[in-house]
């Protein structure tokens, strides 16, 4: 069964653009059921979709938990220009800003990334120590060996997306971080499914 998330909505341009570059959203968000504690960004374009990925595990932990993430994707081509920044953030501003009252306390928002193959089913996380621990020892106890983890303080740390996402999302209950996969995990739908629920 495959559902078809709607939105009924003035349209503003930014909207209309986003609509237009295949953005998706999660039915939560659509529907102002901001429950979640852990909201997932993947603002980069693909030779594939990654939002059929997201959906189906969105909805198949739902039907299993009562529970689940939420999610945004824009699959921006290649470098992300001033245009695609303000359809970002002028969308983002227009889901969340208004609902920030109804969300969790504490709410993880992963700027999600995925790289070619590694040989390896791998997760790179920026590092940042006051919220490292927790996601790691999550991730580690429901994946154990299955995964190669990576802590980084260079290469995925920081950039202009996170830059963005501070600027809407500013309360301290925010925790932003750079979170990269490689493919191996991408086409292991199991793997990947079972990442995901393990932030829950």
């Known amino acids: 069964i495959f559902l078809i998330n709607t939105y009924f909505s003035t349209v503003f341009r930014e909207l ?3 609509a237009n570059l295949d953005g998706n959203i999660s039915e939560n968000i659509l529907s102002k059921n901001f429950n ?31 529970n689940s993430f939420a999610y945004y994707t824009l699959p921006v081509k290649g470098k992300q ?12 501003e227009h889901f969340f800003k208004s ?11 992963f700027n ?13 996380m920026e590092s940042d120590p006051a919220i490292n621990n927790s996601i790691q020892s999550k991730i580690n106890s429901k994946l154990g060996n299955k995964i190669s983890f990576i802590l980084d303080n260079g290469v995925f740390k ?20 750079n979170l990269v996969l490689s493919y191996e995990i991408l086409n292991n739908y199991i793997l990947f499914k079972d990442f995901l629920k393990a932030l829950l």
Do not use: W
């Open 16 to 18: 209309s653009n986003f």
């Open 36 to 66: 979640f504690k852990i909201l997932v960004f993947c603002l980069f374009g693909y030779s594939f979709h990654t939002f059929p990925f997201f959906d189906r595990i969105y909805n198949e932990l739902k039907k299993e938990n009562s």
């Open 81 to 92: 220009n001033e245009s695609d920044s303000i359809i970002i953030k002028k969308t983002i």
């Open 99 to 109: 609902n920030f009252s109804q969300m969790n306390n504490d709410i993880y928002l």
């Open 112 to 124: 999600l990334d995925f790289i070619p193959y590694l040989n390896a089913p791998t997760i790179i």
């Open 158 to 177: 920081g950039g202009d997306i996170p830059k963005i996402l501070k600027s809407i999302f500013t309360n301290n209950n925010f925790k932003i971080i």
